[in-house]
């Protein structure tokens, strides 16, 4: 019992550390650019900083949940926890409010509150360092077995996140929620009553002309549906969107990270039909049969 209780604290940070992993493995590209918005590391180096991060956030967390070397990993992990601090303190002393990545897109918090949950984690890993036992007997095979397959997975998850079926899992966008539930507040029209083809779009994109002649298509007419396309960005943004694509439709900016609680890549619809989310498309607008 007293083993198990000087264990709890690796136990804990280990779990907190693969999940924050996960978390960023399903969604990478967004971990990069959370890392970009520091503005400490821009480009490929964010890139290669971001990929390198993943695996080895879950390498540590594994080898301090089955308590192998946890006393090292619990140093290493500590020592990691610092440079993020250092570096969501030097991001906010730049006036960078944004909240660091640490667990992805699915929560949102200031810097301050991020640091304060690091400050929690760092103890723990002192804790860890300072009361874990070796608990365990391991071969000499088992930990590198185990660890090669967390460290592999760690590299390929995030090369194939977005071929995987798990926005439902891992976003707030899901077959039967209700609008109200949905951060659409800066919709110009009630969203509760009719059917609506909700265009979620990154106005940058290369292909945004033949996006917006499609949905224009499907504005009213034959599908009786009212197309609104939301995106996360300022005003002036719009303007140049629309000045370029010509949408027959309502484009609407709205804060960037609610509407990544929507997806992990970017075009994304969906149909409305009286308040609830009936379908769902990735990639490329639905023909008019299908929302007809």
Not at 160 to 175: H, N, W
Not at 241 to 269: I, M, Q, W
Request: net charge positive; glycine share 8%.
């Amino acid at each position: 019992m007293v083993s198990l209780l000087r264990s709890l604290p690796a136990v804990a940070l280990g779990l907190v550390f693969v999940a924050a992993g996960l978390l960023k493995a399903v969604d990478p590209a967004e971990f990069t650019r959370q890392i970009e918005t520091y503005g400490i590391v821009t480009g490929p180096a964010a890139v290669w900083l971001a990929y390198l991060l993943i695996p080895l956030e879950l390498a540590l967390g594994t080898a301090l949940v089955v308590g192998y070397r946890a006393r090292l990993a619990a140093a290493l992990t500590g020592a990691l926890l610092v440079l993020f601090m250092g570096a969501t303190a030097y991001a906010w002393s730049q006036g960078k409010t944004e909240g660091c990545g640490c667990f992805g897109s699915i929560a949102s918090r200031t810097p301050g509150q991020v640091l304060l949950e690091d400050t929690a984690f760092l103890a723990l890993a002192f804790l860890a360092m300072l009361l874990h036992r070796q608990g365990l007997s391991w071969s000499r095979w088992r930990p590198a077995v185990v660890l090669c397959v967390v460290l592999a997975a760690g590299i390929a998850l995030p090369a194939g996140a977005y071929a995987l079926p798990i926005d439902s899992l891992v976003t707030d966008l899901k077959v039967g929620r209700q609008s109200a539930d949905l951060p659409l507040r800066e919709a110009p029209m009630d969203l509760s009553k009719g059917t609506f083809l909700v265009a979620l779009l990154d106005v940058n994109a290369a292909d945004s002309r033949e996006t917006v002649k499609r949905l224009n298509l499907l504005n009213g007419g034959q599908t009786g549906a009212t197309v609104v396309a939301f995106f996360g960005g300022e005003v002036d943004e719009k303007t140049i969107f629309c000045f370029n694509t010509n949408p027959s439709f309502e484009v609407v900016a709205a804060p960037r990270a609610d509407l990544k609680r929507l997806y992990r890549k970017l075009p994304k619809f969906f149909q409305l039909k009286e308040g609830r989310v009936s379908r769902i498309w990735d990639g490329v607008p639905p023909t008019p049969e299908e929302v007809s």
